[in-house]
C-alpha cells in the first residue's frame, strides 16, 4: 500500500497520555521519536494514517484491580485535579517540542487544518471528572486551558453519576443515573460546548444526559451489545437515540467490548470488529459510525497490532463492502461533523 492511499483517520479514543505518564516527561521524546512499547507514537501513527484523536486524561482507581470484573474506586478530588494538571501538561509539552508535527487542537477548523497538514490533531479529552469538584470551578479553567471533550465517569462513580462497572454478559442497566451535581455539570458543558462522551455512563445516566443536553450523543469508544452483551456496550434503543441526535458512535477495538464470549483473547479477526461497524452502519446510518481505538488502553486484535495497522482495519471494512465515501465517513467525517456541531464553527 502506497502512503497516498492511506485514509485519515481521526480516532475517538486513546490512553496514551496514561502509558506516557508512567515515563513523566522524558516519554515526551519517547512519543515525538517512536518507541517499541504500546499502541502509539508519532511515528507509528504516521504510518498508520492516524491523523488525530481524542486523547484522554484518565486518573486510575487507587490500587486498580487487574481484573475485568471488579469494582473500582474514583481518586479523591484533589488528587485527581493535581494528576490531570501533570498529563495535561505532558500532551503540551508533546505539542511544544514537536517542532510543529503535533497540535492541541480546539475547533473543528484546527482539527481539518491538522489533518490536511500532516500534524498530528490532538483533543484534550478527560475520561471521568473526577479532577473537576460539584462547584465546577475546575471545569471552566481546564476549558480555558483546551478541554474540549469529557465523561462525566469512567466505570465507577463519582459527585457526578455512577458509571457503569465492567460486566459480562450484563445489560448497561446498572445502577442510578447523574446527581443533582452530574445535571449542573451538562449544563455546563453544553454552555461551555464541551463535548459530552457517554462511553462508561450506566444506561439511566445515558438517558438523563440524553434528556438534559442540547448537544449530539456521542459514545466515544463503545460496541453493539446485540454482538457483545458486555456491560460497555450500546443497546439498540440507545444506538437509535445517538442516531436521533445526529451523534456517532466510534468503534472501540478492545477484545473485550467486541468478543460474543466476553474473553479478554487478542486472536480476536479483524472481521469481529467489521460487524460491529456493519451492524451500526445498518441499524443507524453510516452517518454515526466511527472509530473509538482505545489504543494503549486495552487488548486490542494481535492482527491490527497498533496504530502502524491502522491500513488493514480499513482494508478489512473495505473488503466487506464500504466504498471510499463511507470509508471516509467512518475513518474522521464523521467525527469532525459531530465535533463541529458540538463545538459550534
Ligand atoms: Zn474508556
Redesign the pocket.
Known sequence: MTESSIIPVFDG?NDVLLRLRRGGLNSVNAFLNGESAGHIDLPRARRGGLAGGLC?I?IPSPDQPRTDNADFAAPAQPDALNETLAMARLLFAIEARSEGAVKVCRSAADIRRSISEGQFAAVFHI?GAEAVAADLDALYVLHQAGLRSLGPV?SRPNVFAYGVPFRFPSPPDIGPGLTDAGKDLIRACNELRIMIDL??MNEQGFWDIAKLSNAPLVAS?SNAYALSPHSRNLTDRQLDAIRDTGGLVGINFGVLFLRDDGVRNADTPLEVLVRHAAYIAERIGIEHVALGS?FD?TTIPASLGDASGLPKLIDALRAHGFDDEALAKIAHQNWVRVLEQTWGG
Open positions: 479514543h484522554a484518565f475520561e469512567w462511553s462508561h469508544h482505545d488502553g
